[in-house]
């Protein structure tokens, strides 16, 4: 017999974990070092634990801890047991009762099983988590045994649970049975399946379902082997794809095949296939024709052939880019070379083709932007045009202002200065120099009025009288002028002022052409235009008849690039040249729905044709003015935002023998007028003024007093600073700004000896 001290040897020294439990009073009465190094309890601390401090039964209750064992072979059980410092540990327990009299003892052998217990609660969440995948894929699913049972299905695979739960351990053949599919169907799973393990690798194949319950499906089916570590195949893995939808596509795609290889022939846009290495594999006829080549050429050429040198380096920058993977522009522009030569602009949208993830080409979508660079120049050109119309309506409108006080300063002076020539000389000079100034001011203000001209019946003949009487004098002496006038030139609606700007600008590019002499010869004649000629903006010109205007030069003519930009505003061969001419008698003839033609060669001269549309009317007879009204009495009241227009206004109503009441700004007088209107026989408003514009302070002075008369004053034509009071009977008149004393003197005259209407 072993001593008590041995098996107190024995009991301590062991490296399991022992402890003695005295069931009755549900507390530890011994433990090894093994258990109290395990909960980090001294033998003291330990021997006054209850059970229910250290063990929790995985079931949650503490009631049924240890309770006594009739058998020594009870299964082990599983404890989740509490530290000393607080950590929970999972433990297995083997107990086994002790034969100690009148004691009901116990000894528990516990197992620290914390990890592998970590571990399984991982494997079953993983388990889980894959299931609820398998379960939620919307591919068929399912997995064979070797012997083709199936051990799982898939809701895919199966919908109905009730059927998906019988399947369990059957064969396809079992469910071709249940839902009367032909057998066939299971013979050539099972053969497929067969494959897969006699080759160790996945296989595929397409299958066709037809069953009287439902219509005809066809699948994509898979099967794959399952190889577990040690090289043995353990199961087979079976995927199925619902291919019905797709091949009902596949057939209608068959039946449109034809159509679709018509688009790809005759599509507007030329279409590629390059290879990785860029040589071209298939094309359509447009990129033929857009490059010049015959297939047969194209053929055997890559882009690199095609691409414009400069533009080479960017292009296959950008395929080197797609083809690594990395961000490129899907659409951009670049240049080729026609076979002919010629270099033209293309657009190009380039995808890869990709097989099985491997990219085998690309494809590309090529665009011929000749038309679209076109129209984006025409609309930059337009937009150009617009920011001139802009500028030369602002600097013509101060122009004219200032114009106005030299001018008119001018003509009080000549007046004052009567008799004295060597004044009056200068005098002269300045009236002659700002003539010229308001001249070209008119030329501003052509261009920038666009569309807003006043078309009258008018001669055609008198336009080239009239505009030569305004060159005589300036031109060389050495330049002959030859006029052949149509007597029966049809009459045409137009702007008088503005086509006699239109042709001193031709007169003098002429004349300025001819610097060593030359003969200038002046047409005048009706034609019918059938649609073969162009104006200078290439534009056809509509059919039609017109009145003609040619003008002809001796000059030292000019090249095909200036003919083409000499509308371009500021455009100009001179060093001191004006430019803006030209491209305001382009706009001008354009609002008139005429053309202007040019035709030029270098050392041969120039001709220039005027083409305005035939008139409805003939021209009105012209009216004599009014002679000179005597001097007057009464009172003006001048509105103008410009002192000098103001003062020299004042001036010469003054001499006329009017009191005068100045206003700077609408608001001023409307005030004025409000005071003095029984005194106001009549008004000179300025148009264009800050804050209350020219229109609104005219409808006020006429609801103040409905018989006042008005003169209009702005450096725009009538027709467009009378516009929405052209009707109203307070109109008494207009006047252009810059304007002489005997201009203002004839339209106070005027107003004031007509019926207060103007018309």
């Known amino acids: 017999m072993l001593s008590s001290e041995i098996y107190r040897a024995v009991f301590n020294n062991s ?27 001294s033998l003291e601390k330990i021997r006054t634990c209850h059970l229910e401090d250290l063990f929790i039964h995985e079931g949650g209750s503490e009631a049924d801890l240890f309770s006594v064992h009739d058998s020594r072979d009870a299964a082990p059980q599983l404890y989740e047991v509490k530290l000393s410092f607080g950590e929970i540990c999972v433990v297995e327990v083997s107990t086994s009762l002790l034969p100690v009299r009148e004691k009901n003892l116990m000894l528990a052998t516990l197992l620290d099983v914390t990890e592998q217990h970590q571990v399984q609660n991982e494997i079953s969440h993983l388990q889980r988590f894959y299931r ?14 070797l012997d083709g049972r199936i051990v799982y299905l898939n809701p895919a695979a199966m919908p109905d649970d009730e059927i998906r739960g019988w399947m369990i351990g059957k064969t396809d053949l079992d469910y071709c049975h249940l839902r009367r599919i032909d057998p066939v169907v299971a013979e050539t799973r099972d053969e497929y399946r067969n494959l897969c393990i006699r080759q160790r690798c996945m296989v595929l194949f397409e299958e066709q379902i037809n069953s009287p319950e439902e219509q005809s499906q066809h699948y994509l089916r898979f099967f794959s082997p399952v190889i577990e570590p040690g090289g043995t195949i353990s199961q087979i893995i079976g995927y199925g794809f619902d291919m019905t939808e797709r091949k009902k596509a596949e057939d209608l795609l068959r039946d449109s095949e034809e159509r679709y290889r018509l688009l790809f022939t005759h599509i507007n846009e030329g279409i590629a296939l390059f290879g990785t290495d860029l ?16 297939n047969d050429e194209l053929a055997q050429m890559t882009v690199g052939q095609v691409i414009y040198p400069e533009d080479l380096p960017r292009v296959a920058a950008s395929h080197q880019k797609r083809m690594r993977g990395e961000k490129a522009p899907r659409t951009y522009e670049f240049r080729v070379i026609r076979k002919d030569g010629a270099v033209i602009d293309v657009e190009g949208s380039f995808d890869l083709i990709r097989r099985d993830a491997e990219i085998i080409g690309i494809q590309g979508i090529i665009r011929d932007l000749t038309e679209r660079k076109r129209i984006q120049e025409h609309l930059l050109e337009k937009q150009k045009e617009q920011s001139i119309v802009t ?37 002269n000079n300045i009236l002659t120099s700002a ?49 052949h006038l149509a007597e029966d030139a049809w009459s045409v609606d137009a702007d008088r002022t503005q086509i006699t700007q239109v042709l001193l600008n031709i007169f003098v590019n002429a004349c300025e052409a001819m610097e060593n002499g030359g003969s200038l010869t002046i047409e005048t004649g009706n034609v019918h235009q059938s649609g073969q000629w162009h104006d200078a903006s290439t534009e056809a010109i509509k059919e039609g008849d017109y009145v003609q205007i040619s003008v002809t030069d001796t000059g030292i003519g000019m090249s095909e690039e200036t003919r083409r930009r000499l509308f371009e505003p500021f455009f100009t061969t001179k060093f001191m040249g004006r430019g803006l001419g030209l491209a305001a008698a382009l706009g001008i003839i354009r609002n008139h729905a005429g053309a202007l033609v040019v035709e030029s060669q270098p050392g041969e001269g120039t001709t220039f044709r005027v083409l305005l549309p ?20 009464g009172t003006v009241l001048v509105v103008d935002d410009e002192e000098t227009v103001r003062d020299v206004a004042h001036q010469m109503l003054k001499r006329l023998g009017f009191a005068v009441i100045e206003a700077e700004d609408g608001q001023k007088a409307i005030r004025d007028f409000t005071d003095f209107s029984r005194d106001v026989s009549l008004v000179i408003l300025d148009m264009q003024m800050p804050g209350l514009g020219g229109s609104e302070v005219f409808k006020e002075l006429a609801g103040i007093d409905p018989h006042v008369k008005i003169i209009i004053s702005s450096g725009y034509e009538e027709s467009a600073a009378t516009e929405g009071i052209a009707s109203s009977p307070n109109l008494a008149g207009f006047i252009k700004k810059p304007y002489t004393f005997s201009d203002l003197e004839d339209s106070v005259n005027r107003a004031l000896s007509g019926p207060g209407s103007h018309g």
């Open 15 to 41: 490296p399991s974990m022992h402890l003695v439990i005295d069931l009755q009073l549900q507390r530890i009465v011994d433990a090894n070092a093994a258990a109290l190094k395990f909960f980090r309890y």
């Open 132 to 145: 609820l995948i398998l379960d939620s894929l919307p591919a068929d699913l399912s997995v064979y045994d």
């Open 279 to 294: 040589k071209l594999l298939l094309f359509n006829d447009r990129v033929s024709a857009m490059l010049g080549y015959s």
């Open 391 to 427: 500028l030369a309506g602002g600097i013509a409108h101060d122009f004219n202002n200032i114009l106005v006080g030299i001018m008119g300063s001018a003509a009080l002076l000549q007046e004052d200065l009567a008799g004295q020539t060597a004044h009056l000389n200068l005098i």
């Open 435 to 483: 003539g010229r100034m308001a001249d070209l001011t008119n030329q501003l203000l052509a261009y920038a009025r666009g569309g807003k001209h006043r078309p009258e019946p008018s001669d055609p003949n008198l336009f080239v009288t009239d505009t030569l009487r305004m060159l005589h004098g300036s031109m060389s002496p050495g330049i002959r002028v030859d006029c």
């Open 614 to 633: 035939r008139g409805k009317t003939p021209p009105a007879q012209t009216l004599a003015a009014p002679a000179s009204a005597s001097r007057k009495s």
